[in-house]
């Protein structure tokens, strides 16, 4: 049952979110707490606390705040003072806090809010959330595969190679013939390299890979083994694809 005495904390941590763009805080820590007590709230009430986030996410202004002066010329003016300013040459922290203080406010203003929300949540949202979000949901035991029976070994392996290969040469055999067939031609500054990047990265699979997995296979064991040949294929495609990666832009 709903506890509404959740759902009135929530509110007030909503209320100091509005309250502190109102008094224009723009920086992000301050934020921390109200947000906190709407997340708290929405978990004594009983409901999901993520719709902390969504009710967040909404009040969140996705317009820049209108400053007095541009923030590109705030920038354009502290650059200007580091420039010719004699603490440069002095060495004086002191005299460069002012105009380093004005490009870090410029910085900061010249985009709305919730794009700076974006940026700083992706690298931790791309790269630790959503990997363990997936594996948590992915109902995959990679326990006992040491005695994997034939049929299971073989679906397994035979998902990985899919992935591997499969993809890389799906990508560029169909690259080559629609270029070659004159469909299409590469844009500029895309070369075959790039086009076998694509195709390693593509080896990446998860979602849709077990979703035809379960479509594919109603034995629960070979089922099994495809979703662990996803998991084989999609970390040897990823380490494959950043190797080449790496090597095709020092390359360039």
Known sequence: SLQWDGFVIAAFGILGVLAFQRVGIGAALPYVVPGLVAWIGFYVAGVHPTL????????????????????????????GQLKTSDAMKAGDPHLLQQPLRDLH???????????????????????GVMPIFALANAG???????????????????????????????????????????????????????VLLVGLLAGIGFTMSIFISMLAFSNED???????????????????GLGWGAFYVRRQ
């Open 140 to 194: 995959v035991s990679i326990t006992g595969t040491d005695d994997l029976p034939a049929a299971s070994l073989l679906v397994m392996m035979g998902t990985a190679l899919a992935l591997i290969a499969g993809k890389p040469l799906g990508v560029i055999g169909a690259t080559w013939i629609a270029v070659r067939s004159g469909f299409c031609r590469l844009a500029p500054g895309v070369s075959w390299g790039g």
């Open 52 to 79: 902390a986030g969504v009710a967040l996410g909404l009040i969140t202004p996705a317009r820049a705040k209108a400053m007095r002066e541009p923030p590109l010329e705030v920038a354009s003016r502290a650059l």
């Open 222 to 240: 070979l089922l099994r083994a495809a979703k662990l040949g996803v998991l084989l294929g999609s970390v040897i495609a990823a380490t494959l």
């Open 105 to 127: 406010v410029a910085r900061r203003e010249i985009l709305p809010p919730v794009s700076r929300v974006q940026m700083a949540l992706h690298p931790w949202v791309a790269y």
